[in-house]
């Protein structure tokens, strides 16, 4: 997964929540779902393109965790976005 | 028949002229909205018709449009006026500055009881058709600041010749993007040419307004329609007209109602009782109790001779909504150069019969 990239699925509109927080909506579900203050830095790296690697390293500065922490927390949301058809690989 | 529930008093505030998008459709007046220095409503002025209002009419709510009310510069010192005097508020807005000014909605939470959408289509293309490119995410945005910051909010839509037909549509979307409510309104007529292009008839808007009650039965979401909807009692037919809620315009006049404030196209302006710079809120109160007492006379009559005639009663005379801004010189248009709009009261001459 490391140099793989996701990308958000059309349709989903993110919006900035409380500073830190993110709200996404599905508009293919009408769902709502909320992102804490890492599921927030890891989507708006997907809208920017980012790989999973420079995700990871984002978040590794942001938070002063290990690696194998940020990677982990990383590929755990990636795999529930995945899941939940917010993302698809590119 | 039991008398109808108008809620609390309240007054409903246009806290600018001006506006940040272009609905072809929208009731004021273009010069005011786009070619008029912008005027703010100032918090000063706010607070001061706010504390007449409350003593001689006893509101307990503040409702504020516009043009697009979320353009004051110090809408935050408007809420701030709104709470310090013990009042609840809400707002119509269009959606656009929402995430701009959702910190100053945060932090003036509790006085906050809801805010309203306008929405014109359930996709991208279908809403900023009429709103403009990047309205559908900037509203779709709202509703989530809404539904995460726990803000209440309505929805609200015109009803149109391109809406008519997919009023569930707009249900479901509401439902989905859990909105408290939903509101229905007949589209103003705001020239001939939207008369012909957007407006229903009278049959078309009966089948509407049923499938609105319809959808109100079935979707445990609340779904009404504004005023305005066919309604031949005679007894006054909304909260302005029966007292319980009354309009200040951005120019600080007190009128009867923001639908017919501003109107688009508008020669008359019989809806506005007095100028609140210059007049205190009781005398002009008083004078507007006169308009509104008039204007349910003027249509108690109407409907009186209809009956006693036998005659269908047009569109016209069905909403009281199309009454009013055919009787208060708002459709001039409707009347030839030469015929008064008041004439609009009188029927047919019927010939002898036998």
């Given at each position: 997964?490391?140099?793989?990239?996701?990308?958000?699925?059309?349709?989903?509109?993110?919006?900035?929540?409380?500073?830190?927080?993110?709200?996404?909506?599905?508009?293919?579900?009408k769902?709502?779902?909320?992102?804490?203050?890492?599921?927030?830095l890891?989507?708006?790296?997907?809208?920017?393109?980012?790989?999973?690697?420079?995700?990871?390293?984002?978040?590794?500065a942001?938070?002063?965790?290990?690696?194998?922490?940020?990677?982990?927390?990383?590929?755990?949301?990636?795999?529930?976005l995945?899941?939940?058809?917010l993302?698809?690989?590119? | 028949?039991?008398?109808?529930?108008?809620?609390?008093?309240?007054?409903?505030?246009?806290?600018?002229?001006?506006?940040?998008?272009?609905?072809?459709?929208?009731?004021?007046?273009?010069?005011?909205?786009?070619?008029?220095?912008?005027?703010?409503?100032l918090?000063?002025?706010?607070?001061s018709?706010?504390?007449q209002?409350?003593?001689?009419i006893?509101?307990?709510?503040?409702?504020?449009?516009?043009?697009?009310?979320?353009?004051?510069?110090?809408?935050?010192?408007i809420?701030?006026?709104?709470?310090?005097?013990?009042?609840?508020t809400?707002?119509?807005?269009?959606?656009?500055?929402?995430?701009?000014?959702?910190?100053?909605?945060?932090?003036?939470?509790?006085?906050?009881?809801?805010?309203?959408?306008?929405?014109?289509?359930?996709?991208?293309?279908?809403?900023?058709?009429?709103?403009?490119?990047?309205?559908?995410?900037?509203?779709?945005?709202?509703?989530?600041?809404?539904?995460?910051?726990?803000l209440?909010?309505?929805?609200?839509?015109?009803?149109?010749?391109?809406?008519?037909e997919?009023?569930e549509?707009?249900?479901?979307?509401?439902?989905?993007?859990?909105?408290?409510g939903?509101?229905?309104?007949?589209?103003?007529?705001?020239?001939?040419?939207?008369e012909?292009s957007?407006?229903?008839?009278?049959?078309e808007r009966?089948?509407?307004?049923?499938?609105?009650?319809?959808?109100?039965?079935?979707?445990?979401?609340?779904?009404?329609?504004?005023?305005?909807?066919?309604?031949?009692?005679?007894?006054?037919?909304c909260?302005?007209?029966?007292?319980?809620?009354?309009?200040?315009?951005?120019?600080?006049?007190?009128?009867?109602?923001?639908?017919?404030?501003?109107?688009?196209?508008?020669?008359g302006?019989?809806?506005?009782?007095?100028?609140?710079?210059?007049q205190?809120?009781?005398?002009?109160?008083?004078?507007?109790?006169?308009?509104?007492?008039?204007?349910?006379?003027?249509?108690?009559?109407?409907?009186?001779?209809?009956?006693?005639?036998?005659?269908?009663?047009?569109l016209?005379?069905?909403?009281?909504?199309?009454?009013?801004?055919?009787?208060?010189?708002?459709?001039?248009?409707?009347?030839?150069?030469?015929?008064?709009?008041?004439s609009?009261?009188s029927?047919?001459v019927?010939?002898?019969?036998?």
């Amino acid at each position: 997964m490391h140099s793989l990239k996701l990308t958000p699925v059309n349709d989903i509109i993110y919006t900035d929540f409380d500073e830190a927080e993110g709200i996404l909506v599905d508009l293919n579900t009408k769902q709502y779902y909320r992102l804490n203050e890492t599921g927030s830095l890891i989507w708006r790296g997907l809208e920017k393109g980012n790989t999973v690697d420079e995700i990871v390293s984002q978040m590794q500065a942001a938070y002063e965790v290990s690696a194998d922490h940020a990677r982990a927390s990383v590929e755990e949301l990636l795999t529930n976005l995945e899941s939940n058809k917010l993302v698809k690989r590119l | 028949m039991p008398a109808r529930d108008f809620g609390s008093r309240r007054l409903t505030v246009e806290l600018t002229n001006i506006c940040n998008l272009h609905c072809s459709y929208c009731l004021r007046d273009e010069d005011a909205l786009y070619h008029t220095p912008a005027n703010f409503l100032l918090p000063e002025f706010l607070e001061s018709i706010i504390k007449q209002a409350k003593e001689v009419i006893g509101i307990d709510h503040v409702a504020f449009t516009g043009g697009e009310p979320t353009l004051h510069p110090q809408f935050d010192q408007i809420l701030a006026v709104v709470s310090t005097n013990g009042l609840k508020t809400s707002f119509v807005t269009n959606g656009w500055n929402f995430q701009k000014i959702w910190p100053t909605l945060a932090a003036h939470r509790d006085v906050i009881t809801h805010a309203a959408f306008s929405l014109d289509g359930v996709t991208r293309e279908e809403h900023d058709k009429w709103r403009g490119d990047g309205s559908f995410v900037r509203i779709v945005r709202a509703f989530s600041l809404c539904f995460a910051g726990d803000l209440p909010f309505l929805i609200k839509v015109g009803i149109r010749r391109d809406t008519f037909e997919r009023l569930e549509q707009f249900a479901l979307f509401a439902a989905r993007m859990r909105a408290a409510g939903l509101n229905f309104g007949h589209v103003m007529p705001t020239s001939p040419e939207v008369e012909e292009s957007s407006a229903l008839n009278l049959d078309e808007r009966r089948g509407a307004e049923q499938e609105v009650a319809n959808l109100a039965r079935i979707f445990k979401m609340k779904i009404g329609m504004d005023v305005g909807y066919h309604n031949v009692n005679p007894a006054p037919a909304c909260s302005a007209l029966a007292g319980y809620s009354c309009n200040v315009d951005y120019q600080g006049r007190l009128s009867l109602c923001c639908n017919l404030s501003g109107f688009r196209g508008a020669i008359g302006e019989e809806d506005v009782a007095a100028d609140l710079r210059i007049q205190d809120f009781a005398r002009a109160y008083a004078a507007l109790s006169i308009i509104a007492r008039e204007k349910v006379t003027a249509r108690q009559t109407r409907l009186h001779d209809l009956t006693t005639h036998e005659l269908p009663v047009d569109l016209y005379s069905a909403s009281p909504c199309l009454f009013c801004l055919d009787t208060s010189g708002k459709l001039p248009w409707r009347h030839s150069a030469t015929e008064s709009p008041m004439s609009s009261r009188s029927l047919p001459v019927l010939g002898a019969v036998g």
